[in-house]
């Protein structure tokens, strides 16, 4: 019996020191989990390159930094400044791509960074993902904007570089509903961004050739759409012509609002910005993307996030315009206090070493004058500055100071400046200064006798 009860009780004992092992290891493999997933968290950068001549470039930066704030990511703009950088694309996770600098595609691919395109594919890319305004829609819902207006004669389509997928699939939107009216022509005129100066000569021919006879354009960018509205009004026909934009920005909204334009498409930028953001993040996180659809390259289907788009008509152009407006001015904003806080913390490093060498270079100086004298006492020498000349029987002190203030807008840009200036001129009568010097000079002698008592000291003691 009696060992039947040491039994159980050994194995109670067994089973004590297990549970409360697990429960240590638990807490500490706990622990060791979150710690590993902090580091990991602060070591993600996301490599951005966009298209610089985008009109909506600070509305997709604003839809990725809004959502990066909230989260422990560093987000990577690659714009020309970082083209003579070594690694430009050191240390980043993924990168999202929708232009500039190409060889980024090739340093990618060889440090086997992934690839996310927004708008466009670029050849020859292995990619991730694209994310992508649907650009077959965009096509059609510029020719029905077209077609509200116009009935028949000929459309002229400024459809931009024709290697670019996205435009491809635009004129076979815009092709699939102007078929369908047989009294209406089409005239395709591409360029690229090294040509723009030949699609502005080329569109001017056209019209001068067919006077007359050109009703509508269909201009697939901001830039061909500003263009189109530049060469109707230099011949004097932008209230004869219709002019129908596909990529809706600050400035076409205005165009339309002032009845330069008849339309445009909303192609959601800032969308573009936060889905592309958060597709990078399921790619360094290795979760499964929420697609739906695939778009061909020439890699093979290429996963998609589709953004849907929306025409901008004169029903819904105010609410449109004010959004645009309101998000571009927020992203200004940003933009401009991350400058500023950027300035600043440059400006206090560079005050700090300035500072720094300045302490060091009169410490050294100092050391140089107290070692150059010998029997020379720092503390017992006058300072020659503070001594007064003979005769003096007042002392004047000028104080001035300037200030400079600035008047800003709403959006911070400076409307005005007005500068004031301030002197200040006191008397000091000279006994006040040498009062002041007084202790200076007591302390001093005390300082002197206090260095002879232990000369003395020494002498005795020899």
Not at 200 to 206: I, P, R, S, T, V
Not at 442 to 462: H, I, L, P, V, Y
Request: hydrophobic share 30%.
């Amino acid at each position: 019996m009696a060992k039947k009860v040491r039994f159980l009780l050994v194995i109670f004992s067994l089973c004590l020191s297990l549970t409360i092992t697990g429960c240590g290891l638990q807490a500490l493999l706990g622990n060791k989990n979150k710690t590993s997933a902090t580091k990991g968290e602060t070591e993600k950068v996301i490599a951005v390159a966009l298209n610089e001549d985008d009109p909506n470039k600070l509305l997709i930066t604003k839809g990725i930094d809004d959502l990066a704030k909230k989260e422990n990511v560093q987000v990577k703009y690659l714009d020309k400044s970082a083209a003579g950088e070594e690694s430009p694309l050191k240390g980043a996770k993924v990168l999202i791509y929708q232009g500039g600098d190409a060889s980024l595609l090739k340093s990618a691919a060889t440090d086997k960074i992934p690839v996310l395109a927004l708008n466009q594919l670029p050849t020859g890319v292995k990619l991730m993902g694209i994310i992508t305004p649907d650009q077959e829609k965009i096509g059609e819902l510029m020719a029905q904007t077209l077609l509200s207006k116009v009935a028949e004669g000929q459309v002229v389509i400024l459809q931009g570089d024709p290697s670019d997928s996205g435009f491809q699939e635009r004129l076979a939107g815009n092709k699939a509903v102007l078929s369908k009216y047989p009294k209406i022509t089409v005239q395709t005129i591409a360029s690229s961004p090294d040509s723009e100066s030949l699609a502005k000569q080329g569109l001017m021919d056209f019209i001068q050739k067919n006077p007359g006879k050109v009703q509508g354009i269909l201009a697939y960018t901001e830039k061909l759409a500003a263009m189109a509205n530049s060469v109707l009004k230099q011949a004097q026909l932008d209230k004869k012509i219709i002019l129908v934009g596909g990529q809706a920005s600050v400035p076409s909204l205005e165009r339309i609002s002032s009845g330069a334009q008849v339309g445009d498409v909303d192609t959601s930028p800032y969308l573009q910005g936060v889905n592309a953001y958060q597709w990078a993040q399921k790619i360094i996180s290795k979760q499964s993307l929420d697609v739906n659809d695939s778009i061909t390259s020439d890699q093979g289907e290429i996963p998609a996030k589709i953004i849907q788009v929306k025409a901008v008509t004169p029903d819904n152009l105010a609410l449109i315009q004010k959004s645009y407006t309101k998000t571009m001015q927020s992203a200004e904003q940003d933009k401009k206090q991350t400058e500023q806080a950027g300035q600043a913390s440059k400006s206090k490093d560079q005050s700090k070493n300035g500072q720094d060498k300045k302490e060091a270079q009169s410490g050294d100086s100092s050391g140089d004058k107290s070692g150059d004298k010998p029997g020379a006492s720092g503390g017992g020498q006058q300072d020659k500055s503070s001594a007064l000349p003979p005769g003096v029987k007042t002392v004047t002190e000028r104080t001035k100071t300037e200030t400079t203030r600035e008047y800003l807008d709403a959006q911070g840009k400076v409307i005005g400046t007005e500068k004031t200036a301030n002197e200040q001129v006191k008397t000091v009568p000279p006994e006040m200064l040498k009062q002041q010097q007084q202790p200076e000079q007591s302390k001093n002698s005390t300082q002197d006798q206090g260095d002879q008592s232990a000369n003395d000291k020494g002498t005795e003691s020899k």
